[in-house]
């Protein structure tokens, strides 16, 4: 039968880091994948986890099945976090593999609710976003949200798109740190915009990947946190991989606010069933080292520390960034690891071949990928494929 399969391209992103591992040359730098590096360039275990993952060797006695739901008290103890006050019963959650499993459960969940539902998507965004809303039989509506070219955020067209919906359309929102572009809504548009979705009954799906890692923990959630004061129904993806450094651990929850006690219920269990045919039951060990980081008061303080650092160290990199080439001012502006640059495909393929600078293909680059240091050489690549012009 397989003879029937195409074979399929390697995802274009994750083929960069082979093609990264591979490179023999001094100075090369990888501004692919979507990994937080420190100032020696290193993806180091947080200190937090590590000592969590003492706690744990020492303690856990098994490693017998916890359930489709997973570990419901780190399902718990991540709800501060993410949405501050507790919103009550009406918000439930269960674990997931990672943020995509925690999206793709996610768009199960809507497809099981209303099948073929509407998913209105900004553009550009994270390229694993349309695969899974189409393999879950969502029908997919793209609107602009990001210029490229003049590197604006198009609020208008977000509300344009909404503003033209149906009730019981979703939205999928990068709750902060908008990978690709770092555009972030405002705090006001974040207002705005949950008034909107209100007046038109339209449901949010939030993208909440890279908490911490822009303006700070509250900060980040504010869009994600006016959304849940403001409407009856809420889902979030989120994601520790990135703001526990935990990537190939895969730890993730999906967050669903329900109109009412006995509607979250079921939504509950319908994630649980969802995740019994997927993966039967999330891997633990992750959720296991966030869990006990977040039961101790000091591991959490810890936690917090390392990841405003890294928050920190993300934004003087593109501080120096916009510094070292004042065309690139708007970069200072942006949140997150990513912006991407208004290059073209040609530029991006001489910065890798001849200048060993490693990005994604759209032009995404990854902020901390680059020490301040490196800045200098960066900028020079960059001049010698003519970027800025
Ligand atoms: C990224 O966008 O680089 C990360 O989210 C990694 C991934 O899975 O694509």
Known sequence: ???????????????????????????????????????????PIMAAVKEAERILLETRTSKSYLGPEGDLAYVDLLKPIAFGADPGPRLTGV???GGTG???????????????????????????????????GLTLVAHPFFDVATQTLDF???????????PGDVVLLHGCCHNPAGADLCDAQWDDLARLLAERGVTPFVDLAYQGLGRGLDADAYGTRRLMTTLPEVLVAYSCDKNFGLYRERVGALYALAADEASAAAVKSNMAALARVNWSMPPDHGAAIVRTVLESAELTAIWRDELDRMGARVRAVRA??????????????????FSTLPLARSQIERLR?????????????????????????????????????
Do not use: C
């Not at 209105?120 to 189409?134: E, M, R, S």
């Not at 960034?321 to 200072?332: G, V």
């Open 353 to 389: 071949l001849d200048h060993g600078v490693y990005m994604a293909g759209s032009g995404r680059i990854n902020l901390a990928g680059l020490r301040v240091g490196d800045v200098p050489a960066f900028v020079e690549a960059l001049a010698a494929v003519g970027f800025p012009g």
């Open 1 to 43: 039968m397989f003879e029937t399969l195409a074979e399929q391209p390697a995802d274009a992103l994750l083929a960069l880091i082979g093609l990264f591992r591979d490179d023999p040359r001094q100075g090369k730098l990888d501004l692919g994948v979507g990994v937080y590096r420190d100032e020696t360039g290193a993806t």
């Open 95 to 97: 674990q997931t593999p």
């Open 156 to 166: 208008a067209a977000l509300t344009a798109a909404i503003a033209a919906s149906a």
């Open 320 to 337: 120096a960034l916009a510094d070292a080439e004042p065309k690139l001012a708007w970069i200072a502006d942006q949140q997150g690891m």
């Open 102 to 136: 925690a999206l793709r459960l996610g768009a199960e969940l809507i497809a099981m609710a209303k099948p073929g539902a509407r998913v209105l998507v900004g553009t550009p965004t994270w390229p694993n976003h349309a695969p899974i809303i189409k393999a879950t």
